[in-house]
């Protein structure tokens, strides 16, 4: 857990910084307003609801926001192939910066989830992946496209499956 949190602060660019102390300082000033306005119950109590609002829903939900805006990519799978021999999925795809920034790095994962008849729990079975694999690619410039080939092994499962591609960048 300490690992993941300083992983976390160590990745963080001064945009955060920024998205991190903005939303701080609007904590402080609806709770100011909610103090200054305690005679009328209703003001104060939204206030109050708000400044706890923008405390916690501020720096998760603009983190993901401008990270998913600052970097953006787009993954595209290729094909797949699994190996008759040998208990691996190849999967070759695409990555491409959208981005107006250069990329030093990129976690790309190929998730493996099972398939049904039943579109509902499709969307479930989406969000478990019963396999991933993940890799790294470097220094992306801007607007490029980059091959690349993931093996996803030891793969046992014998049903229907699909593989799905995304990545994080920074």
Known sequence: MKVNIKNFIDGLIPYDYILFG???????????LAILLRRKVAAALFFVLLAFASFLLGPTLGYLQMHKLLFKNKTELISQKKL????????????????????????????AYKVTGNKYKNYILKLKPFKKMSIFEKDIKKGETREFKIIVEPFTYKRDYNISLGASCK
């Open 22 to 32: 903005t939303s701080f300082a609007l904590f402080i000033l609806f709770i100011i």
């Open 84 to 111: 008759h021999f040998s208990q691996a999925v190849i999967v070759k795809g695409t990555l491409t910066n959208e981005s107006h920034r250069d990329f030093q790095s990129c976690k790309i994962t190929a998730s």
